[in-house]
T-cell receptor
Framework: AQTVTQSQPEMSVQEAETVTLSCTYDTSESDYYLFWYKQPPSRQMILVIRQEAYKQQNATENRFSVNFQKAAKSFSLKISDSQLGDAAMYFCAPHVSTSGTYKYIFGTGTRLKVLA | ETGVTQSPTHLIKTRGQQVTLRCSSQSGHNTVSWYQQALGQGPQFIFQYYREEENGRGNFPPRFSGLQFPNYSSELNVNALELDDSALYLC?????????????FGSGTQLSVL
Protein backbone atom coordinates (compact mmCIF):
# COMPACT_ATOMS: atom_id res chain seq x y z
CA ALA A 1 0.00 0.00 0.00
CA GLN A 2 1.14 3.52 -0.73
CA THR A 3 1.07 5.54 2.48
CA VAL A 4 2.33 8.89 3.72
CA THR A 5 3.12 9.68 7.34
CA GLN A 6 3.42 13.17 8.75
CA SER A 7 4.20 12.53 12.39
CA GLN A 8 3.91 16.14 13.57
CA PRO A 9 0.24 17.20 13.76
CA GLU A 10 1.28 20.70 14.79
CA MET A 11 4.47 22.75 14.86
CA SER A 12 5.25 26.26 16.09
CA VAL A 13 8.08 28.55 15.03
CA GLN A 14 9.12 32.06 15.93
CA GLU A 15 9.04 34.60 13.15
CA ALA A 16 12.41 34.70 11.31
CA GLU A 17 13.43 31.30 12.68
CA THR A 18 13.79 27.98 10.84
CA VAL A 19 11.47 25.00 11.11
CA THR A 20 11.53 21.52 9.59
CA LEU A 21 8.43 19.47 8.82
CA SER A 22 8.91 15.74 8.47
CA CYS A 23 7.38 13.26 6.05
CA THR A 24 7.94 9.59 5.34
CA TYR A 25 6.21 7.59 2.64
CA ASP A 26 5.99 4.13 1.25
CA THR A 27 5.94 3.30 -2.44
CA SER A 28 7.27 0.46 -4.55
CA GLU A 29 7.98 2.72 -7.51
CA SER A 30 11.49 3.86 -8.38
CA ASP A 31 10.65 6.98 -10.36
CA TYR A 32 8.16 9.45 -9.00
CA TYR A 33 7.75 13.03 -7.93
CA LEU A 34 7.26 14.43 -4.45
CA PHE A 35 5.43 17.61 -3.57
CA TRP A 36 4.78 19.80 -0.59
CA TYR A 37 1.53 21.75 -0.66
CA LYS A 38 0.37 24.49 1.66
CA GLN A 39 -3.29 24.97 2.58
CA PRO A 40 -4.08 28.31 4.27
CA PRO A 41 -7.51 29.08 5.80
CA SER A 42 -8.72 29.99 2.31
CA ARG A 43 -8.59 26.19 1.70
CA GLN A 44 -6.84 26.48 -1.65
CA MET A 45 -3.90 24.10 -2.02
CA ILE A 46 -0.78 26.00 -3.04
CA LEU A 47 2.30 24.29 -4.42
CA VAL A 48 5.35 24.96 -2.25
CA ILE A 49 8.06 22.79 -3.78
CA ARG A 50 8.59 19.77 -6.04
CA GLN A 51 11.31 17.09 -6.04
CA GLU A 52 12.10 14.53 -8.73
CA ALA A 53 12.94 11.20 -7.09
CA TYR A 54 15.64 10.41 -9.65
CA LYS A 55 17.59 13.55 -8.74
CA GLN A 56 19.96 13.41 -5.80
CA GLN A 57 20.11 17.19 -5.47
CA ASN A 58 17.61 18.58 -3.01
CA ALA A 59 15.13 21.07 -4.42
CA THR A 60 15.08 24.64 -3.17
CA GLU A 61 12.59 27.42 -3.75
CA ASN A 62 13.56 30.70 -2.10
CA ARG A 63 13.11 30.15 1.67
CA PHE A 64 11.87 26.60 1.19
CA SER A 65 14.11 23.57 0.75
CA VAL A 66 13.79 19.82 1.11
CA ASN A 67 15.92 17.05 2.53
CA PHE A 68 15.17 14.07 0.31
CA GLN A 69 16.50 10.68 1.42
CA LYS A 70 15.30 8.20 -1.20
CA ALA A 71 16.53 5.04 0.49
CA ALA A 72 14.87 6.03 3.73
CA LYS A 73 11.78 7.30 1.88
CA SER A 74 11.99 10.54 3.77
CA PHE A 75 11.06 13.96 2.40
CA SER A 76 11.26 16.80 4.92
CA LEU A 77 10.54 20.46 4.30
CA LYS A 78 12.68 23.22 5.77
CA ILE A 79 11.32 26.75 5.99
CA SER A 80 13.92 29.40 6.67
CA ASP A 81 13.27 32.94 7.91
CA SER A 82 9.68 32.03 8.76
CA GLN A 83 7.05 34.65 8.06
CA LEU A 84 3.55 35.15 9.45
CA GLY A 85 2.16 34.30 6.01
CA ASP A 86 3.69 30.83 6.25
CA ALA A 87 1.10 29.82 8.83
CA ALA A 88 -1.01 27.07 7.24
CA MET A 89 -1.52 23.32 6.96
CA TYR A 90 1.32 21.66 5.07
CA PHE A 91 0.81 18.42 3.19
CA CYS A 92 3.43 16.07 1.86
CA ALA A 93 2.27 14.35 -1.33
CA PRO A 94 4.09 11.79 -3.43
CA HIS A 95 2.78 11.63 -6.99
CA VAL A 96 2.59 7.97 -7.87
CA SER A 97 1.00 5.68 -10.41
CA THR A 98 -1.74 3.17 -9.65
CA SER A 99 -2.93 1.08 -12.59
CA GLY A 100 -1.56 3.67 -14.99
CA THR A 101 -3.13 6.71 -13.33
CA TYR A 102 -0.94 9.25 -11.60
CA LYS A 103 -2.40 10.66 -8.41
CA TYR A 104 -1.30 12.36 -5.24
CA ILE A 105 -1.19 10.45 -1.98
CA PHE A 106 -1.58 13.06 0.75
CA GLY A 107 -0.47 12.79 4.34
CA THR A 108 -2.65 13.97 7.22
CA GLY A 109 -0.86 17.30 7.31
CA THR A 110 1.11 19.42 9.77
CA ARG A 111 -0.39 22.64 11.08
CA LEU A 112 2.31 25.31 11.25
CA LYS A 113 1.89 28.24 13.60
CA VAL A 114 4.18 31.24 13.26
CA LEU A 115 4.62 33.29 16.41
CA ALA A 116 5.30 37.01 16.22
CA GLU B 1 -4.35 32.56 -8.11
CA THR B 2 -4.53 29.17 -9.86
CA GLY B 3 -7.22 29.94 -12.42
CA VAL B 4 -9.36 27.07 -11.16
CA THR B 5 -12.78 28.01 -9.83
CA GLN B 6 -15.34 25.88 -8.03
CA SER B 7 -19.00 26.42 -7.29
CA PRO B 8 -20.79 26.61 -5.03
CA THR B 9 -18.51 27.52 -2.14
CA HIS B 10 -20.74 25.92 0.46
CA LEU B 11 -23.66 23.54 0.18
CA ILE B 12 -26.03 21.89 2.64
CA LYS B 13 -27.93 18.74 1.69
CA THR B 14 -29.87 16.06 3.49
CA ARG B 15 -29.16 12.34 3.53
CA GLY B 16 -30.39 10.56 0.41
CA GLN B 17 -30.31 13.61 -1.83
CA GLN B 18 -28.16 14.09 -4.91
CA VAL B 19 -25.62 16.87 -5.43
CA THR B 20 -23.62 18.31 -8.34
CA LEU B 21 -20.42 20.23 -7.78
CA ARG B 22 -18.84 22.26 -10.56
CA CYS B 23 -15.32 23.17 -11.52
CA SER B 24 -13.85 25.41 -14.18
CA SER B 25 -10.27 24.51 -15.08
CA GLN B 26 -7.52 26.62 -16.54
CA SER B 27 -7.82 26.99 -20.31
CA GLY B 28 -5.78 24.30 -22.05
CA HIS B 29 -5.71 21.90 -19.10
CA ASN B 30 -6.68 18.45 -20.38
CA THR B 31 -6.82 16.73 -17.02
CA VAL B 32 -9.05 17.29 -14.02
CA SER B 33 -8.91 15.42 -10.74
CA TRP B 34 -11.31 15.46 -7.82
CA TYR B 35 -10.31 14.96 -4.19
CA GLN B 36 -12.35 14.60 -1.01
CA GLN B 37 -10.92 16.15 2.15
CA ALA B 38 -12.64 15.13 5.35
CA LEU B 39 -12.19 17.29 8.44
CA GLY B 40 -8.68 16.93 9.86
CA GLN B 41 -7.51 14.71 7.02
CA GLY B 42 -5.52 15.05 3.84
CA PRO B 43 -7.31 14.97 0.50
CA GLN B 44 -8.25 11.56 -0.89
CA PHE B 45 -8.26 10.88 -4.64
CA ILE B 46 -11.76 10.29 -6.06
CA PHE B 47 -11.13 10.09 -9.81
CA GLN B 48 -9.44 11.74 -12.75
CA TYR B 49 -10.69 12.72 -16.18
CA TYR B 50 -8.47 13.13 -19.21
CA ARG B 51 -9.94 14.53 -22.42
CA GLU B 52 -13.49 13.82 -21.22
CA GLU B 53 -12.84 10.17 -20.30
CA GLU B 54 -12.40 8.77 -16.79
CA ASN B 55 -8.87 7.39 -16.64
CA GLY B 56 -8.43 6.52 -12.99
CA ARG B 57 -10.47 6.07 -9.86
CA GLY B 58 -9.79 5.90 -6.16
CA ASN B 59 -11.58 3.84 -3.55
CA PHE B 60 -14.98 5.50 -3.90
CA PRO B 61 -18.33 3.82 -4.70
CA PRO B 62 -20.11 4.20 -8.05
CA ARG B 63 -22.52 6.77 -6.63
CA PHE B 64 -19.62 9.18 -7.09
CA SER B 65 -19.50 10.03 -10.78
CA GLY B 66 -18.13 12.78 -12.95
CA LEU B 67 -18.17 14.52 -16.26
CA GLN B 68 -15.62 16.61 -18.12
CA PHE B 69 -16.64 18.95 -20.92
CA PRO B 70 -14.72 20.32 -23.92
CA ASN B 71 -14.83 23.85 -22.49
CA TYR B 72 -12.55 22.84 -19.56
CA SER B 73 -15.41 22.62 -17.09
CA SER B 74 -16.26 19.51 -15.11
CA GLU B 75 -18.74 18.13 -12.61
CA LEU B 76 -18.71 15.81 -9.64
CA ASN B 77 -22.03 14.12 -8.94
CA VAL B 78 -22.84 12.28 -5.76
CA ASN B 79 -26.06 10.27 -5.47
CA ALA B 80 -27.78 8.98 -2.34
CA LEU B 81 -25.81 11.24 -0.03
CA GLU B 82 -24.61 9.82 3.27
CA LEU B 83 -23.56 11.66 6.40
CA ASP B 84 -19.92 10.63 5.80
CA ASP B 85 -19.94 12.46 2.49
CA SER B 86 -19.65 15.70 4.45
CA ALA B 87 -16.26 17.09 3.40
CA LEU B 88 -14.39 19.65 1.36
CA TYR B 89 -14.33 18.65 -2.31
CA LEU B 90 -11.34 19.89 -4.25
CA CYS B 91 -11.00 20.09 -7.99
CA UNK B 92 -7.53 20.23 -9.53
CA UNK B 93 -6.48 20.64 -13.13
CA UNK B 94 -3.25 20.02 -14.99
CA UNK B 95 -1.92 20.27 -18.53
CA UNK B 96 -1.56 16.54 -18.86
CA UNK B 97 -1.88 13.37 -16.81
CA UNK B 98 1.78 12.41 -16.57
CA UNK B 99 3.93 11.83 -13.55
CA UNK B 100 5.58 15.23 -13.47
CA UNK B 101 2.43 17.27 -13.66
CA UNK B 102 1.74 19.92 -11.07
CA UNK B 103 -1.87 20.25 -10.05
CA UNK B 104 -3.60 23.59 -9.79
CA PHE B 105 -6.30 23.46 -7.14
CA GLY B 106 -9.52 25.35 -6.69
CA SER B 107 -10.68 26.58 -3.28
CA GLY B 108 -13.13 23.74 -2.92
CA THR B 109 -16.79 23.21 -2.16
CA GLN B 110 -17.67 22.55 1.47
CA LEU B 111 -20.50 19.99 1.50
CA SER B 112 -22.49 19.35 4.64
CA VAL B 113 -24.90 16.42 4.72
CA LEU B 114 -27.50 16.52 7.49
Amino acid sequence: AQTVTQSQPEMSVQEAETVTLSCTYDTSESDYYLFWYKQPPSRQMILVIRQEAYKQQNATENRFSVNFQKAAKSFSLKISDSQLGDAAMYFCAPHVSTSGTYKYIFGTGTRLKVLA
Amino acid sequence: ETGVTQSPTHLIKTRGQQVTLRCSSQSGHNTVSWYQQALGQGPQFIFQYYREEENGRGNFPPRFSGLQFPNYSSELNVNALELDDSALYLCASSLDSGESEKLFFGSGTQLSVL
